[in-house]
C-alpha cells in the first residue's frame, strides 16, 4: 500500500462544476497536509495547506481533512478551463519530510 | 525575490557522464531539498538538508550525492550518470517547522535526459 495514494484520473469536469479531488493517507499519526497544483512541464506550487479536522477555504478552494477516515480531499468550486492540471496530495511525514501522492490529473472542458 | 532558482534548466548527458544540479533559494529558509519526478511516480525525496551543515538521505539516494554550500545553496551531483537517472529534479526549501507550519516551495526544474 502507498503512504499516499491519488486516483490517477484523469477527472473531467464541465466549467463552472465543482471538481472534487481526493486522497488517502496510511500513516495514522499525520499532522499536516498540502495540496500542490503542477501545470505540464512546470514545477509544483503550493495551493492548500491543513493541519485540523474539518474544512479550510480559500477564495475557490475548500481543503478537508478527516483524520479517523485518514484522507483529504480539494474542491475546486466554479471550475476554470485554467484550473486543469495535475493535483498532487502531500502528507508531512516526521520532522521535515513530505511524502507525495502520484497526482490527480484534472480537465475542465468549456 | 526570485525564490527558488535551478540550472541548468535542460541537460543531455552520455551514460557515465557526471554533472552537479545547482539549486539557490532567497528566501533564508533553513531546510532544502532534491526530488525526482518521473512518470506515474509523483515525487520521491532524493536528499535533503535540515539545516546549513547537514544532510540526510531521502526515499531514493542512490546514485546521488549532495552538497550544502551555505544556507542559500543546495547542489546534487551524478557521479557516473546511469539512463534509470533520466528524470525531473526539482529543488525546495522550507522555514524550520514552527508549529504546524511546513510549506516546501519549488524550483522550475531540471530536465535531464542519460543516452
Known amino acids: 500500500q502507498k503512504e499516499v495514494e491519488q486516483n490517477s484520473g484523469p477527472l473531467s469536469v464541465p466549467e463552472g462544476a465543482i471538481a472534487s479531488l481526493n486522497c488517502t493517507y496510511s500513516?495514522?499519526?499525520?499532522?499536516?497536509f498540502f495540496w500542490y497544483r503542477q501545470y505540464s512541464g512546470k514545477s509544483p506550487e503550493l495551493i492548500m495547506s491543513?493541519?485540523?479536522?474539518g474544512d479550510k477555504e480559500d477564495g475557490r478552494f475548500t481543503a478537508q481533512l478527516n483524520k479517523a477516515s485518514q484522507y483529504v480531499s480539494l474542491l475546486i468550486r466554479d471550475s476554470q478551463p485554467s484550473d486543469s492540471a495535475t493535483y498532487l496530495c502531500a502528507v508531512r511525514r516526521g520532522y521535515n519530510k513530505l511524502i507525495f501522492g502520484a497526482g490527480t490529473r484534472l480537465a475542465v472542458h468549456p | 525575490n526570485a525564490g527558488v532558482t535551478q540550472t541548468p534548466k535542460f541537460q543531455v548527458l552520455k551514460t557515465g557522464q557526471s554533472m552537479t544540479l545547482q539549486c539557490a533559494q532567497d528566501m533564508n529558509h533553513n531546510s532544502m531539498y532534491w526530488y525526482r519526478q518521473d512518470p506515474g511516480m509523483g515525487l520521491r525525496l532524493i536528499y535533503y538538508?535540515?539545516?546549513?551543515?547537514?544532510?540526510d538521505k531521502g526515499e531514493v539516494p542512490n546514485g546521488y550525492n549532495v552538497s550544502r554550500l551555505n544556507k542559500r545553496e543546495f547542489s546534487l551531483r551524478l557521479e557516473s550518470a546511469a539512463p534509470s537517472q533520466t528524470s525531473v529534479y526539482f529543488c525546495?526549501?522550507?522555514?524550520?517547522?514552527?508549529?504546524?507550519?511546513?510549506?516546501?516551495?519549488f524550483g522550475p526544474g531540471t530536465r535531464l535526459t542519460v543516452t
Open positions: 525546495a526549501s522550507s522555514d524550520s517547522w514552527s508549529g504546524d507550519s511546513y510549506e516546501q516551495y
Open positions: 538538508s535540515a539545516s546549513e551543515g547537514t544532510t
Open positions: 500513516d495514522r499519526v499525520s499532522q499536516s
Open positions: 491543513i493541519y485540523s479536522n
